[in-house]
């Protein structure tokens, strides 16, 4: 069975940092692409970031270019986020999803960031 | 970046009934596009991939047509577990966007 958890979210001031972690099991983890998405509380879904199984090809949205790490360990199976800088507006389920192709075909059950003073 | 945009926003509608949500893209995806179902403090579930193509383990109530700019989910007949947010997504890019939710409401 395919298992993503998430942990590291928490309560984080303006311009504080926070690593996310996501421990994959129940599939060959270093041969998925995988990818961070977002949902701010009673918004929709964003994509925040993409990793290739190799982690040869990263790809971040605008929103967080420049504030956020995405990275890996294919020995450990896990899924990393590092976010710096963090705003108001980084407030959010953070989900790690996996990529079956190019389609999110699993997610984890989320973990909350809250950014405030 | 690709823009997808959901129709309506919020459904109400009854058990039985037949309902169908649309989703356009701001350009061409072909048939990259999934549908996904979530439920208040759970993860999204994956419906429908490549446009029409059901996922293992989801009712045949569920389907999804369209190509190109323009794609439906219908659900056939409306049952009290699918009272749920509804979003489409394009993956044509690794800049994946979202619909911006449909909210199916009891009526």
């Known amino acids: 069975e395919v298992q993503l958890v998430e942990s590291g979210g928490g309560l984080v001031q303006p311009g504080g940092s926070l690593r996310l972690s996501c421990a994959a099991s129940?599939?060959?983890?270093?041969?998925?692409?995988m990818n961070w998405v977002r949902q701010a509380p009673g918004k929709g879904l964003e994509w925040v970031s993409y990793i290739s199984s190799s982690s040869s090809t990263i790809y971040y949205a605008d929103s967080v270019q420049g504030r956020f790490t995405i990275s890996r360990d294919n020995v450990k199976n896990s899924l990393f986020l590092q976010m710096n800088s963090l705003r108001d507006e980084d407030t959010a389920v953070y989900y790690c999803?996996?990529?079956?192709?190019?389609?999110?075909?699993?997610w984890g059950q989320g973990t909350l960031v809250t950014v405030s003073s | 970046d690709i823009q997808m945009s959901q129709s309506p926003s919020t459904l109400s509608a009854s058990v039985g009934d037949r309902v169908t949500i649309t989703c356009r893209a701001s350009?061409?995806?072909?048939?990259?596009l999934a549908w996904y179902q979530q439920k208040p403090g759970k993860a999204p579930k994956l419906l429908i991939y490549k446009a029409s193509s059901l996922e293992s383990g989801v009712p045949s109530r569920f389907s999804g047509s369209g190509s190109g700019t323009k794609f439906t989910l219908t659900i056939s007949s409306l049952q009290p577990d699918d009272f749920a947010t509804y979003y489409c997504q394009q993956y044509n890019s690794y800049r994946y966007t979202f619909g911006q939710g449909t909210k199916l409401e009891i009526k």
């Open positions: 129940g599939f060959t983890f270093s041969t998925y692409s």
């Open positions: 350009q061409s995806i072909s048939s990259w």
């Open positions: 999803a996996r990529l079956g192709g190019y389609l999110i075909d699993y």
